[in-house]
């Protein structure tokens, strides 16, 4: 199983991105997406999550700006930022648990994370 996201980059304060997070491989089900961020110096925190149906919720300082979705035929989250602030500036990882399809347990899969940096 792989985690490939992309969508990061320099983006000026009020500005927006939108990540995506794509799992592929041997998928046997999908249960709660995610993604966290890790700014420098500081220790990785959990922005928001979203269940298998559809349930969301975001850390304080995002609500209202950030949206997380998913697509499930596609294996994908997705997390759109708008009115960005300099204090998003972060690595962002994403975290899915899926069962492949040869285990009976799920796991914990983290992408490989992609720079948002928001400045002037």
């Known amino acids: 199983v792989q985690l490939q996201a992309c969508g990061g980059g320099l983006v000026q304060p009020g500005g927006s991105l939108r990540l995506s997070c794509a799992a592929s491989?041997?998928?046997?089900?999908?249960?709660?997406m995610g993604w966290y961020r890790q700014a420098p110096g500081k220790q990785r925190e959990l922005v928001t999550t979203i269940t298998r149906g559809g349930i969301e919720k975001y850390v304080d300082s995002v609500k209202g700006r950030f949206t997380i979705s998913r697509d499930s035929a596609k294996n994908t989250v997705y997390l759109q930022m708008n009115s960005l602030k300099p204090e998003d500036t972060a690595v962002y990882y994403c975290?899915?648990?899926?069962?492949?399809?040869?285990?009976?347990?799920?796991?914990?899969?983290w992408g490989q994370g992609t720079q948002v940096t928001v400045q002037r």
């Open positions: 975290k899915v648990e899926l069962r492949q399809s040869d285990s009976m347990y799920y796991r914990n899969y």
């Open positions: 491989g041997s998928i046997f089900r999908i249960n709660d």
